[in-house]
């Protein structure tokens, strides 16, 4: 059974840094897409980043591209969102989910691609 476990969130100050983790356990293929998606009060879910373990390559939402960095850790089975530089607007619950599929990653694959979801992580940034 494939199970994705999100810990790291919690209230941040603006400006601040926090880092995001995701691990994965009871995967059926070593080629996968582990994406974090994130999700504020009354708006819709939207992907903010993945990586690919085929060849770690990474996408961002352009929003975050230059204060988020993703990294995996395969022997730790564990994926790692770096946030940098946190805005008020960055304030949402955090999920990460896992697409098992191959290749290098061009685009956020969609929402429907990603087969198991955990179960977020809240991160809050206010003074």
């Known amino acids: 059974q494939v199970q994705l476990v999100e810990s790291g969130g919690g209230l941040v100050q603006p400006g601040g840094s926090a880092r995001l983790s995701c691990a994965g356990s009871?995967?059926?293929?070593?080629?996968?897409?582990i994406g974090w998606f994130r999700q504020a009060p009354g708006k819709e879910r939207e992907g903010v980043s993945c990586i690919s373990s085929s060849d770690d390559s990474s996408w961002y939402k352009g929003s975050v591209k230059d204060r988020f960095t993703i990294s995996r850790d395969n022997a730790k089975n564990t994926v790692y969102l770096q946030m940098n530089g946190l805005k008020p607007e960055d304030t949402a619950v955090y999920y990460c989910?896992?697409?098992?599929?191959?290749?290098?990653?061009?685009?956020?694959?969609?929402?429907?691609?990603?087969?198991?979801w955990g179960e977020g992580t809240q991160v809050t940034v206010s003074s």
């Open positions: 009871g995967f059926t293929s070593d080629y996968y897409i």
């Open positions: 989910a896992v697409a098992f599929r191959a290749g290098t990653i061009v685009d956020m694959p969609p929402a429907v691609a990603f087969t198991s």
